[in-house]
């Protein structure tokens, strides 16, 4: 069954850091865009960043949402088939539940991604 899972999440003090990961089960992560979305209580989901394939001239690039640029970056281990947020220098406003989701489509590069299959959620809670 193809599937994504998030992990990672919790409780840390502004400033602070935290790395989501983000596994597929039955797809290999380098071959797809992979996205990173959160929701906060009240708004609308938001798309944070994302990963293009490993692919030709994809190679792996990432985009970010202006609010996160510079704090946040998305990395890839092949070998391991996760995804990564690393998100340094929390903010009280980064408090959401995190998504990953992929896009096992055609298209291979990213953002404007038709996302296929979502994680559960990881809470990310930024708080002191």
């Known amino acids: 069954q193809v599937k994504v899972v998030e992990s990672g999440g919790g409780l840390v003090q502004p400033g602070g850091s935290l790395r989501l990961s983000c596994a597929g089960s039955?797809?290999?992560?380098?071959?797809?865009?992979i996205g990173w979305f959160r929701q906060a209580p009240g708004k609308e989901r938001e798309e944070v960043g994302c990963i293009s394939s490993s692919l030709g001239s994809n190679n792996g690039r990432v985009e970010y949402v202006d609010s996160v640029k510079g704090r946040f970056a998305i990395s890839r281990d092949n070998a391991k088939n996760e995804v990564y947020l690393q998100m340094d220098n929390l903010k009280p406003e980064d408090t959401a539940v995190y998504y990953c989701?992929?896009?096992?489509?055609?298209?291979?590069?990213?953002?404007?991604?038709?996302?296929?299959?979502w994680g559960q959620g990881t809470q990310v809670t930024v708080s002191s």
């Open positions: 039955q797809f290999l992560v380098a071959y797809y865009a």
């Open positions: 989701a992929a896009d096992l489509g055609l298209r291979t590069s990213c953002p404007g991604n038709s996302y296929d299959y």
